[in-house]
């Protein structure tokens, strides 16, 4: 079973616009959701993360917006560029726990 | 410079023989990881490891082993390998729960 779970395989957006990546989740004990970002060839890389007390998260371009109670969150990317293309994991664990569950990934590419 | 190092990089194994995957981490992390990264199904955990000599099987640890004798290092051993372990493993390392978790390259494994 799919603890995480990416609605998106693929999200293709123009440059300058906001890209909007989703995820939910089954289990309610989960309460740390980072996102990581993976360039070809490279492994997953911290991008942004949020703890379940927040319900907002905001890195420059970066946001993440968390509903607790529909257990889902989303990513947004403002202002898109190419050097943005890449495949975001959402991911998820809970306190006191080292294991992180992955989400399949959604594969962003951002037309110039 | 904080880095988790994956050795090798690419690896042709055939049916059948021993693959031994080998990482190491500067950081004195007491955590690491190894996942597999096959298209579609994200990153899924093979073993964690909380220190030395203390491992435990994490979501798919069938045809696998881990050895780690020492903090820094973390192997992943393959005893006869098959065609289905054919994937991307990757390495990674935390300084404890909830804290960023570090990847390294990863390894792109066939077995033929």
């Known amino acids: 079973q799919q603890q995480v779970r990416q609605s998106s395989q693929s999200l293709t957006v123009w440059e300058g616009e906001t890209a909007i990546l989703n995820c939910s989740y089954e289990?309610?004990?989960?309460?740390?959701f980072p996102w990581y970002q993976q360039f070809p060839g490279e492994g997953p890389a911290l991008l942004i993360a949020i703890r379940s007390v927040s319900d907002k998260k905001e890195d420059g371009r970066f946001t993440i917006f968390f509903n607790k109670r529909e257990k889902n969150l989303s990513l947004h990317i403002k202002d898109s560029q190419p050097g943005d293309s890449a495949t975001y994991f959402c991911?998820?664990?809970?306190?006191?726990?080292?294991?992180?569950?992955f989400g399949s990934g959604t594969k962003l590419t951002v037309e110039p | 410079d904080m880095k988790v190092t994956q050795m090798p990089r690419y690896l042709i194994k055939r049916m059948g023989e021993n693959v031994l995957l080998e990482c190491g981490q500067d950081?004195?992390?007491?955590?690491m990881y190894w996942y597999r990264q096959d298209p579609g199904l994200g990153l899924q955990l093979i073993y964690i490891?909380?220190?030395?000599?203390?491992?435990s099987e994490g979501d798919i640890p069938k045809g696998y082993r881990v050895s780690r004798k020492k903090r820094e290092h973390f192997s992943l051993i393959l005893d006869s390998a098959k065609t289905n372990q054919t994937s991307v493993y990757f390495c990674a390392s935390s300084r404890d729960s909830n804290t960023e978790v570090f990847f390294g390259k990863g390894t792109r494994l066939t077995v033929v």
């Open positions: 490891s909380y220190d030395v000599d203390s491992n």
């Open positions: 289990n309610s004990a989960f309460d740390y």
């Open positions: 991911a998820a664990s809970w306190s006191n726990y080292n294991v992180l569950y």
């Open positions: 950081m004195s992390h007491e955590t």
